[in-house]
């Protein structure tokens, strides 16, 4: 974030919080002294607002992955029409579904529209989204939670999993080169390692604008990609390199990924 105070500019800071270059533009001696002193800017209004929710409600600040909450009914047709399409034979079956990064719920009905007889666990870590989801809620079968490891295994296994626009940070990665500060890869493994403890075999994870490619991780030998149609209009999230380097070109961008063995398969 840019902060701007007089005449002079001093180059070579980042902010702390969001890592974006941070020009200063110095001029009041009090302020450069408190530069000076921390070494880093911070007038990130994004990152306090998350501070102060990890704050308020008592959850570390490590713990969030995306910290936008937006969302809407029905927001990407082709993914959930591709998914429905390839489950079908057990469409009408009761299936289990998870819905990491649910915000106010919207992903949550709309999966009820697309899995009519589906169980359905919301997860998300923002409390206030939480409330507001379970207040509009009038579905038995769809249940809101707050995302912690306990709460994502005990409520599986799951027969699909879908992380959308969730396993990422958006926008600050896009300033970014390096994506160790805001959103790691170590930490992008791990949430895939547990959904991959959580996921029935022959099951489906679908994750859509992540900060990484989802073969890269521990646990990808396990599973085969499959094709939607029409997924990559959604895609808008930059890709890191397992060291956090943002990718220039990196592996084609995959969505859809069927568990095919409890084992790496090697
Ligand atoms: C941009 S919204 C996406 C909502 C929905 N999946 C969609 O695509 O419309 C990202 C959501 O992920 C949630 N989130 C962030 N970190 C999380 C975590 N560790 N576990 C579960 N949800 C998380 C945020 O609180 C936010 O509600």
């Not at 719920?105 to 009820?112: A, D, F």
């Not at 900060?211 to 990808?220: A, I």
């Not at 397992?242 to 592996?251: H, S, V, W």
């Not at 084609?252 to 090697?266: C, L, N, Q, S």
Request: net charge neutral; hydrophobic share 40%.
């Amino acid at each position: 974030m840019l902060f701007r105070m007089g005449s002079r500019i001093t180059h070579g800071l980042r902010c702390r919080a969001c890592a974006r270059p941070t020009v200063l533009l110095m001029g009041m001696k009090r302020i450069d002294k408190i530069v000076k002193k921390n070494g880093f800017l911070c007038l990130c209004v994004r990152e306090l607002v998350h501070l102060y929710y990890a704050r308020m409600f008592g959850v570390s600040a490590d713990e969030f992955d995306q910290i936008e909450t937006t969302t809407a009914y029905n927001r990407y047709p082709e993914l959930f029409d591709s998914v429905r399409t390839l489950i079908s034979p057990r469409d009408t079956a009761e299936i289990r579904i998870l819905s990491y990064g649910c915000s106010t719920g919207q992903e949550c009905w709309t999966l009820r529209d697309y899995f009519p007889n589906a169980h359905i666990i919301g997860l998300d870590i923002n409390e206030r989204s939480l409330r507001t989801a379970r207040a509009e809620n009038t579905d038995a079968k769809i249940e809101f939670f707050r995302s912690t490891p306990e709460n994502l295994v005990d409520h599986g296994p799951y027969d699909l999993i879908f992380a959308l626009s969730v396993l990422c940070r958006w926008p600050e990665t896009q300033f970014v080169n390096d994506a160790s500060r805001l959103y790691p890869f170590e930490k992008f493994d791990e949430t895939i390692a547990l959904f991959d403890v959580s996921l029935s075999r022959g099951g489906l994870m679908v994750i859509l604008n992540a900060n990484y490619h989802f073969s890269d991780t521990q646990v990808s030998g396990r599973y085969e990609p499959l094709v939607g149609i029409g997924l990559s209009q959604h895609e808008c999230v930059h890709k890191f390199s397992t060291n956090n380097q943002k990718l220039r070109e990196g592996a084609p961008i995959e969505w859809i990924f069927k568990k095919i063995a409890t084992e790496h398969t090697v």
